[in-house]
Nanobody, 121 residues
Framework: QVQLVESGGGSVQAGDSLRLSCAAS????????MGWFRQTPGKEREFVAS????????YYANPIKDRFTISRDNAKNSVYLQMNGLKPEDTAVYYC??????????????WGQGTQVAVSS
């Protein structure tokens, strides 16, 4: 079993930056991808970014690909999301997730509790 805990969310102004962190514990060696998703009221949860745990290959959703950067530290069992140039439409609850599968954007197996990001204009 794997547990994920997110941190680093907050309320910021448009154009500001935030760094989200996700700490994993438990049986993590079988994880293939670590990812970030986000969700706003009334909308489906959407893929934001992911990184392969073995090789470090990164994948990004188009709306954020030039502004966000995902990284990981396997020794610390942690994954990070550096968010620059935040926009009001980035406002959401951000979830850290882990996958044991072969897809970078779907089929994630375990999830954190979420951290709120609010961007005002």
């Amino acid at each position: 079993q794997v547990q994920l805990v997110e941190s680093g969310g907050g309320s910021v102004q448009a154009g500001d930056s935030l760094r989200l962190s996700c700490a994993a514990s438990g049986r993590t060696l079988s994880t293939t991808f670590m990812g970030w998703f986000r969700q706003t009221p009334g909308k489906e949860r959407e893929f934001v970014a992911s990184i392969s745990r073995p090789m470090g290959s990164t994948y990004y959703a188009n709306p954020i690909k030039d502004r966000f950067t995902i990284s990981r530290d396997n020794a610390k069992n942690s994954v990070y999301l550096q968010m620059n140039g935040l926009k009001p439409e980035d406002t959401a609850v951000y979830y850290c997730a882990g996958s044991r599968g072969s897809s970078y954007f779907r089929g994630y197996d375990y999830w954190g509790q979420g951290t709120q990001v609010a961007v005002s204009s």
